[in-house]
Nanobody
Framework: QVQLVESGGGSVQAGGSLRLSCAAS????????MGWFRQAPGKEREGVAA????????YYADSVKGRFTISQDNAKNTVYLQLNSLKPEDTSMYYC???????????????????WGQGTQVTVSS
């Protein structure tokens, strides 16, 4: 199973930016779907963005399109989530997730991922 460690969360004002990192280790397969999810208190976990490591295909939730960017650095086994134009409603715990995949389609559904990090908190104040 892949081990994932997130970092980069913090507190920012609305309109600010953050970059989250997800360092992965223990790969046993050559290609993965890597996803970012978030969960606010009292709410369900929501898929935010995903990337297929095989060819870099990306997917975004409508709520973050144009503001968030997912990317990867294969040499560092790290996936990033750049958060721009942050809004108070983006406040959540952000989690990195992974699943081995031989196909470029990476759903934003938490039940399709089997490795999870511990999360990093993002707080956006108005």
């Amino acid at each position: 199973q892949v081990q994932l460690v997130e970092s980069g969360g913090g507190s920012v004002q609305a309109g600010g930016s953050l970059r989250l990192s997800c360092a992965a280790s223990g790969y046993t397969y050559s290609r993965y779907c890597m996803g970012w999810f978030r969960q606010a208190p009292g709410k369900e976990r929501e898929g935010v963005a995903a990337i297929y490591t095989g060819d870099g295909t990306t997917y975004y939730a409508d709520s973050v399109k144009g503001r968030f960017t997912i990317s990867q650095d294969n040499a560092k086994n790290t996936v990033y989530l750049q958060l721009n134009s942050l809004k108070p409603e983006d406040t959540s715990m952000y989690y990195c997730a992974a699943r081995a995949s031989g196909w470029w389609y990476c759903p934003l559904n938490e039940y399709d991922y089997n490795s999870w990090g511990q999360g990093t908190q993002v707080t956006v104040s108005s």
